[in-house]
């Protein structure tokens, strides 16, 4: 299960969509559409073999528009979705076999006001897995119906205003669902097994809904040296060792980012916590632990989940434990997703933050994170949280 329940509470259960196993309501027909307009000639095909759902092809430019078409599958048959109102996201279990980046998923037939002529249903860009089978998550905030129909970008986002968010006609029967190949030169195999509404809640149950999201997104690699963070004012003599060579394991003062002993440290209205190296926001104030007595928690400890960034998916990567200790474990790599263990970096610039823990001793749904590595709320950017005394080193760990 990608979205992990509370401890007193029980899973809704995730709600399939797709599938290519003869199931009865998740079985669809589908039908390949090459690029009509002005000449296009990207071209594909869309077959099923045994379990798996297979859309080839290749896009190319429209010579008149000399910029890259599209190619899509959809689903054709009147079958009646099931409702998804109640669900965060779309958790897809599919495969590449090559590189491309303009892969799309789209559901329903709705048009945004003053959207685009050939602009319907709500679309998001999805990343998936190149050469074995995993299972990433699209939030449905993430899809709107006010896109590019010549590019297949969108033109403003759910985040950007609520009219274009899925609305609830839509969730309750999505009508279609198609995936596309859109706006970018290239080769196209997508391997699909299955397409599910998952996080879902019922009038009795509550999930942690945010628990998986991102998972399967590509985590941009630790910056070389602090002189590669996109902030150059950067001071703190801690801040390389620590956030982007790892030569220290932690740093070595106390930086609690937090005034005072008790919540609330600080007011979701004064700032949020952000990056020190490229000032991307990471926390809501209001995440902060309550932890008593205060001189138990040294370090920034937050709970989750994080911020989302412009693309809708959260700020911070999950990259698993002991994450950039060795060189061979710097680069890019696949988010494991909210509620993953381990090591934790900024999504924006690849900069370590810190751990995320989840049990008793460690602190549930703990992010244990480096205050040399953050700025506190209304800081200037680029300078990390201050030691709480000057030249204190941190005596408890936890």
């Known amino acids: 299960m990608l979205f992990a329940c509370f401890v007193t509470l029980a899973c809704a259960g995730d709600v399939v969509l797709v599938s290519f196993d003869g199931s009865a309501t998740a079985s669809h027909t589908w039908k390949e559409m090459n690029d009509p307009v002005m000449g296009g000639r990207s071209t594909g095909t869309f077959t099923v073999e045994g379990d798996v759902g297979i859309f080839d092809g290749e896009v190319v430019d429209v010579p008149f528009l000399k910029a890259p078409g599209f190619i899509k599958a ?220 205060a001189d138990q928690w040294p370090w920034p400890s937050l709970h989750s989940p994080p911020l989302n960034g412009s693309d809708g998916l959260p700020a911070v990567c999950h990259r698993g434990p002991g994450y950039g200790f060795s060189t061979t474990e710097r680069n890019q790599t696949i988010d494991l997703g909210l509620g993953a263990k381990g090591e934790v970096g900024c999504a924006h610039c690849g900069a370590h933050l810190g751990d995320y823990f989840n049990s008793k001793d460690e602190g549930l749904d703990h992010y244990c994170i480096n205050g040399v590595c953050m700025t506190k709320p209304g800081g200037p950017l680029g300078e990390s949280c201050p030691p709480n005394v000057p030249g204190e080193t941190a005596t408890v760990v936890i």
């Not at 590449?96 to 860009?125: C, E, I, V």
């Not at 129909?149 to 669902?177: F, R, V």
Request: some cysteine.
């Open 74 to 293: 959809e689903t054709t048959d009147k079958k009646v979705f099931p409702d998804i109102t109640t669900c965060a996201a779309l958790a897809l279990t599919v495969r590449s076999q090559t590189p491309f980046a303009g892969y799309r998923l789209s559901f329903g037939n709705t048009h945004a006001s003053g959207g685009k002529f050939f602009a319907y249903g709500y679309k998001s860009h999805f990343n998936p897995p190149v050469g074995k089978f995993d299972t990433i998550t699209v939030p449905i905030k993430n899809f709107t119906d006010f896109w590019d129909d010549a590019t297949g970008n969108p033109i403003k986002t759910c985040h950007d205003d609520a009219q274009y968010c899925p609305d609830k006609e839509t969730l309750k029967n999505m009508k279609t669902i198609s995936v596309w190949g859109e706006g970018v030169k290239g080769k196209v195999h997508l391997e699909i097994k299955s397409i599910q509404a998952t996080g879902c809640t019922s009038a009795e149950v509550k999930t942690m809904s945010h628990h998986g999201l991102g998972k399967g997104r590509l985590c941009p690699a630790i910056p070389k040296s602090k002189a590669e963070c996109p902030l150059k004012n950067i001071s703190d003599q801690e801040f390389e060792p620590v956030c982007v060579t790892r030569e220290l394991p932690a740093e070595l003062r106390e930086r609690r980012c937090m005034p005072g002993h008790k919540a609330p440290y600080y007011k979701d209205s004064q700032g949020v916590f952000r990056c020190a190296c490229c000032g991307a926001p990471l926390w809501m104030p209001s995440k902060q632990f309550d932890a008593l007595p």
